[in-house]
């Protein structure tokens, strides 16, 4: 235990560090990497302002280095940093940042005490009374193992690093689990809102929306078994969230049309020699697009978005709800549909797994007895470490080969462990 204490103390110094170097390269360097000139947080300033004083042109990405491509109640989330300037608003962002991955820490924890009080599983030996028992208790070590390599994670230095906003994502959705697996109506309702405010912030979430609902295939009777009430308990907050987002872009319609070109359009951001326009996301769409265009044929990005995401969400789904009424598949939903989400979106970037890295500790601290346990924990291990590597490779060999396929095989090959995983429920 004590290595393992050392070794999480390592882990958050290390956070720290992260973030020392984060406000080294924005205050103090004029670097083509990162600096206070070239800065994803500059799309949330920037929003934060406009949504206040030019709420039509939200969305017109000629305003802001970079285009904001997120809902627009949630721009009020940043205007409080708006408004404290540019400089300033920058540091008690990232310090914020710092503390909700404490609290992110915090929520691992409390999900795996409710999960375990839920469960019945003889394999689950954690002793889980107080949040200092995960410091205490050999029984926790892995607990506070993984809650270590989620702090040192590389994909943390790159949110921090680009000033981006997944940390107060996993909040949103990590608290809505939280209240999910609390039950009862009103724990329901409030889950719901919370993931609204997630997906909201990150639209893309919405592929978290389907494993929400509780509904059951019966291969024996080849039927469907629905819980509509709970369903609609679940989605409703959800649902709001959405729909008042909708009454912006029915007031501006441009709006609308300029959010569905910068989110659904699936444009390249990168141009280089020869007239190519290149990439560096990891995307299995993303990928497919780059050779079309590659090839020289033309297609639209989001056909080919669409079908990408029927091949790999309607298998994966099919089997989900086949195992849909317990705790441990509400939990691997979210895994699942984050997932998914990185594998079919247009762009999916390093700093997205720190959103996938809590979901991907949960599987690995319930399903121990899973048969590809191993592999899974590899593919945690490689995907906090060589994500961000392969995404430095990619800037070193696109003129030669202009494909983020490294990043791609991981979570293919964690596509493939769920594949797995959930036929194995099923027998």
Not at 159 to 184: D, E, H, P
Request: net charge positive; hydrophobic share 55%; with cysteine.
């Amino acid at each position: 235990m004590y290595k393992t204490r050392s070794f999480f103390l390592i882990a958050f110094i290390f956070n720290a560090f992260y973030l020392i170097l984060t406000f080294i390269f924005f205050y103090f360097l004029d670097s083509p990497l990162m600096s206070i000139n070239e800065n994803d947080y500059l799309t949330f300033y920037y929003a934060g302002l406009n949504v206040l004083e030019d709420l039509p042109n939200l969305y017109n990405s000629s305003l802001s280095p970079f285009p904001f491509r997120y809902l627009p109640i949630s721009a009020y989330f940043f205007t409080p940093f708006s408004m404290l300037g540019l400089k300033l608003g920058y540091f008690i962002f990232q310090i914020f940042n710092f503390f909700l991955n404490i609290l992110i820490i915090y929520l691992i924890y409390k999900i795996i005490q409710i999960y375990k009080n839920l469960s019945n599983s003889s394999n689950l030996y954690y002793k889980l009374k107080s949040f200092r028992d995960v410091f205490d208790k050999t029984e926790n070590e892995s607990i506070l193992h993984q809650s270590a390599v989620f702090l040192i994670m590389l994909p943390q230095f790159m949110n921090y690093f680009l000033g981006q906003i997944n940390i107060l994502v996993l909040i949103f959705i990590l608290a809505s689990l939280f209240y999910f697996l609390k039950g009862g109506v009103k724990n329901d309702l409030l889950g719901g809102f919370l993931l609204g405010l997630g997906v909201s912030v990150r639209p893309t979430l919405i592929f978290i929306l389907p494993f929400l609902i509780v509904l059951k295939y019966n291969r024996e009777t080849k039927r469907f078994i629905f819980n509509f009430k709970k369903t609609i308990m679940r989605l409703l907050g959800s649902v709001i969230l959405i729909l008042i987002s909708g009454i912006y872009f029915l007031i501006y319609p441009q709006m609308l049309i300029d959010f569905i070109d910068i989110n659904l359009s699936g444009e390249y951001t990168y141009a280089i020699e020869g007239g190519l326009e290149i990439n560096p996301s990891f995307s299995l769409t993303r990928i497919t697009l780059i050779l079309f265009q590659l090839i020289r044929v033309e297609i639209s990005g989001f056909l080919v978005f669409i079908i990408i995401t029927m091949l790999i969400f309607v298998p994966l789904y099919y089997l989900y709800i086949q195992n849909s009424n317990q705790p441990i598949n509400l939990i691997n939903g979210y895994l699942t549909g984050i997932l998914i989400m990185l594998i079919v979106y247009f762009d999916s970037w390093p700093h997205h797994l720190v959103v996938l890295a809590p979901f991907m500790i949960f599987f690995i601290l319930i399903n121990k007895n899973f048969k590809s346990y191993k592999l899974f924990k590899y593919l945690h291990y490689l995907i906090a470490i060589l994500m961000v590597i392969f995404w430095g490779i990619f800037y070193l060999s696109y003129k030669i080969f202009p494909f983020n396929v490294g990043g791609l095989i991981l979570l293919m090959l964690l596509y493939y462990c769920l594949v797995v995983y959930y036929i194995n429920q099923v027998r």
